[in-house]
């Protein structure tokens, strides 16, 4: 874990700091007027280690992932709210702190809301397989769209438009005088309507993505289903993936998830199954929002004391996105989930990798460690 915090996120601490300061008045004896705004601090701190292929490497090696959230929420009224992010995240022990967004909230009523700032949206994403679980990354549906603009919430419709930031945004560069300068030029638009029925959720979303140009933008489309009976519960997801919608036959991805739970007291089980339909000439692939065309996992558990839970995972994976390419392997393993005290979560495990395909190379053991506490 990183022993300081950078520049970055000291002057964000420093700037939350001073907000949350109430007004006092000026001359000396003066009565306080007003309390102030309310002020909560909430993140998560996540650090883990994982080793090499303890079998084949000739030297044992090692790989590392850190994460630092810090939120905080200030309420100066029952109408008026406002949020800022702060996030430090990488393959590293000290990655480096960034202002990860702010927005400020008008809540009319209980179903009324409008955001306005820097906002964040998300469709699809995977639950139930541990390592495609980061909607930043991964999702069927659609990875995270970061903009700067406005939402506006009402009865179930989520409405959101504005310009792209970060990696959700395109830049045209210009050269003059030698100089170059740079301007981001995408914008978003995203609609979704969450349907509730009983204990299950329906939500219908679209997404259009402008780097206006006529033939490069994206679209994403699709159905988000949780749906709850009893002890059996499962998510479902189709998406539909587009780019250069501007072409008479343009590139379409339909990528397809189930994933079910049943929950029998102590004994869970878990599962997903994914399936991605490319396009044979052109497949649209978004970054690594589709991790691998096809992949299914299953993991009964059992919890073994009030605090240890211990789960078999079982994992088939075809690990890219090309189906000519044959680096296939089924994964089995153990895990177990320690959790002393609520808010801390302990995870270790051991998997075993065996080449299905004929290019997946050796047999292969991971061991891991990741440690998540929540404030």
């Known amino acids: 874990m990183k022993n300081r915090l950078s520049s970055n996120l000291l002057f964000g601490l420093a700037t939350a700091t001073l907000l949350s300061m109430p007004a006092f008045a000026q001359e000396a004896g003066a009565a306080v007027e007003s309390k102030g705004p309310e002020v909560k601090f909430s993140g998560e701190v996540e650090f883990d280690v994982y080793t090499g292929d303890v079998l084949n490497d000739d030297k044992q090696s090692h790989e590392y992932a850190s994460t630092f959230d810090l939120n905080v929420d200030v309420k100066f009224n029952e109408k008026w709210s406002a949020s800022v992010q702060l996030e430090a995240d990488g393959e590293t022990t000290d990655p480096t702190a960034i202002y990860n967004g702010a927005f400020v ?115 994403h489309a699709g159905l988000d289903a949780n749906l709850k009976f009893g002890a059996f519960g499962l998510h479902a997801v189709y998406g539909l993936h587009a780019d250069n919608l501007g072409e008479d036959a343009p590139n379409v991805t339909h990528a397809f998830l189930a994933e079910p739970s049943l929950e029998l007291g102590i004994v869970n089980v878990k599962g997903t199954a994914f399936y991605a339909y490319f396009d044979e000439e052109s497949p649209t692939v978004h970054g690594e929002e589709i991790p691998e065309y096809f992949f299914a996992y299953a993991e009964p558990s059992v919890s073994v004391l009030e605090f240890l839970t211990l789960g078999l995972p079982l994992e088939y994976h075809t690990n890219t996105v090309d189906v000519n390419e044959d680096v296939s392997t089924f994964d089995v393993g153990l895990r177990a989930y320690f959790t002393p005290v609520e808010g801390l979560e302990v995870t270790g495990f051991a998997k075993v990798e065996i080449p299905v395909g004929d290019d997946a190379g050796d047999t292969g053991l991971n061991l891991g460690l990741e440690t998540v506490y929540s404030f």
């Open 105 to 219: 909230q008008y809540t009319h009523n209980e179903n009324a809301v409008v955001k306005f700032g820097d906002l964040t949206f998300s469709e699809g994403a995977f639950l139930n397989f541990y390592d495609y679980d980061d909607p930043a990354d991964n999702a069927a549906g659609m990875a995270e769209h970061d903009i700067r603009g406005i939402e506006v919430d009402y009865r179930g419709i989520v409405f959101g438009l504005g310009f792209g930031r970060g990696g959700n945004d395109n830049q045209v560069c210009v050269e003059e005088d030698g100089e170059e300068s740079c301007v981001g030029v995408a914008y978003d638009a995203h609609l979704a309507y969450e349907l509730g029925l009983g204990e299950s959720v329906l939500r219908p979303y679209v997404d259009y993505k402008s780097y206006q140009e006529a033939e490069h933008n994206e679209l």
